[in-house]
């Protein structure tokens, strides 16, 4: 039996305190009761929310609260809009429970409420339930909800009335969000108008809650619409973009923009280009050592993915990839998944797509700035399976691509590439996988020992065998011949190309 010293913590029980007033004919009481209650839940420990919920739900007090919110009593009404917030951005259960309260009507018409904070809380209600599941969303955007939505952003925008009402403005925007990345088959003409209408905002003197919201609506959009981003070929958008990312006094809106600029990027080389000629490489650079460098990083690798131009901008830029390779081999030999693994993860997948790319001098280059060997370091200390997934398909391809790259030492012919290997200790890496419970990253390593040893030891190796016919010949992968032998056939495909979280 465990035991715990001191007092113990605050228990969802202690909401029923409260059930007796809200639920009382008397209207002094109710009005008490529900104040008490909710406070109760502003104050309390999120980890207890959702269970005070199912108490309140399955004792009749959510019911309650759905005639406080459709009464005449503004301050119930007030109070029964804050408890369905609470609902509506619970687990999927409590917004169900929301949404089949019948509020919904009087959720979409106090969107037009002459008081303020009516709007707010209502926008939350709804935002949260579009949020919640796609059925739900269906049903709002058949009402009409996000059409209103987007045409009282559309007057405030019109009217630069954005900052005069910033709480809810920026409500909407939030709520017009959950739509994009809920609502199913959204029409393009409505997508295209949110996404006019943001790149308006965005280039306004407004508020940074405000322009965050902008560039996470904006990277939904290009991701879901085939023929969205096109406003930012132009330099005076993807200049704006860039000082975003580029704002140091708030991470907030700097990872906002991040976001998107992955966006664009993932979407198209021209929108790459344009970035690429608004500065992002200074950017980026900046922030790679920042608190959002995994997002830098995840970044990069998306530019490097792009095309052999975009690859060699990274690869040749005199300060980003020598920082990549110092920060895997310090993140990677600290060995604090918690804080580091992300960075770790994405700083493995920019040296194995410069790899996959097949590069001959890009390859060189990486590797004598230290890549393979910031690769050892976090195979041997590395815990997450998809990573190493890409440093042992990274690590191999190194090797192979050294049979063909020989030098000589010794007065003889050697591979560079797997001496460097063995002394960074890539080796007891392998050795330390082969034991992983993780039965994909166990074969791989032994399979890969296997074919290093089919190296060293002149065994032919089963990926090396000629072509049987043309048609066989024209499905092999080219490039450049160097890089073509990875470890897919044990682990799937390695590529790594980030998308929008």
């Known amino acids: ?49 959702n269970d005070a919920l199912d108490l309140m739900v399955t004792r009749g007090v959510v019911k309650r609260f759905a005639q406080f919110f459709r009464s005449e009593n503004l301050n119930l009404q007030d109070k029964a809009g804050i408890v369905f917030g609470f609902l509506s951005c619970g687990d999927t259960r409590h917004a169900t429970i929301a949404y089949n309260s019948g509020i919904l009507t009087e959720c979409i018409d106090r969107l ?49 009335d954005i900052s005069t009402y910033i ?7 939030w709520a017009i969000n959950h739509f994009l990345k809920s609502a199913p088959e959204l029409p393009t003409p409505l997508i295209l108008r949110i996404q006019e ?67 664009l990027i993932a979407k198209s080389d021209d929108f790459t280009t344009r970035l690429l ?36 901008t990274i690869v040749y830029h005199p300060q980003i990839l020598p920082t990549v390779v110092r920060l895997l081999k310090v993140d ?29 001098d890009s390859i060189r280059h990486m590797v004598s700035l230290g890549g393979l060997s910031a690769l050892c370091t976090a195979l ?49 890496g392998l050795e330390r996988l082969r034991d992983k419970r993780d039965r994909i990253v166990a074969e791989a390593a032994q399979r890969m020992l296997e074919l290093i040893d089919g190296l060293i030891n002149g065994n032919p190796m089963e990926e090396d065998t000629e072509p049987q016919n043309e048609a066989e010949a024209e499905d092999r992968p080219q490039i450049d011949g160097q890089v073509r032998n990875g470890l897919e056939s044990e682990m799937g495909d390695t590529s790594h190309s980030g998308s929008v979280t």
């Open 197 to 263: 209408l943001l790149c308006t905002i965005i280039v306004m003197n407004v508020e940074d809650c405000v322009l965050e919201e902008c560039c996470y609506g904006l990277a939904t959009i290009v991701q879901i619409e085939p023929l969205a981003g096109m406003p930012f070929l132009d330099n005076k958008l993807s200049g704006r973009l860039m000082r975003l990312v580029q704002r140091g006094s708030n991470i907030n809106i700097q990872r906002a923009s991040l976001q998107l600029v992955g966006a």
């Open 1 to 49: 039996m465990a035991f715990r010293l001191g007092l113990q913590g605050p228990s969802a029980e202690e909401v029923t305190k409260f059930f007796d007033n809200v639920l009382s004919d008397d209207e002094f009481l109710q009005i008490s009761g529900t104040d008490e209650l909710v406070k109760w839940l502003q104050a309390a420990d999120p980890a207890i929310i």
């Open 167 to 173: 709480q809810y403005s920026t409500m909407l925007l």
């Open 332 to 360: 990677a030999a600290g060995f604090d998944e918690d804080e580091f693994g992300g960075r770790t993860r994405e700083c493995c997948s920019i040296l194995a797509n410069i790899v996959n790319k097949g590069q001959v």
């Open 277 to 312: 000629q608004n500065d992002m490489l200074s950017a980026l650079n900046e922030l790679i050592e920042h608190p959002l460098g995994e997002d830098v990083c995840w970044v990069i690798s998306n530019i490097i993915t792009d095309s052999v131009q975009h690859l060699n």
């Open 112 to 160: 037009s409420s002459g008081d303020l904070d009516t709007r707010v809380k209502n926008a939350w209600i709804l935002g949260n339930l579009a949020a919640d599941e796609t059925e739900c969303a269906v049903t709002l955007l058949s009402k009409g909800v996000l059409n209103i939505m987007v045409d009282q952003l559309a007057a405030m925008t019109t009217s630069n």
């Open 380 to 428: 041997r200390f590395c815990a997450e399976s998809d990573t190493l997934v890409l440093i042992l398909d990274a690590l191999w391809k190194l090797i192979y691509f050294g049979e063909n790259d020989l030098i000589i030492m010794d007065d003889s012919l050697a591979n560079v590439y797997l001496k460097l290997f063995d002394t960074s200790g890539g080796f007891e």
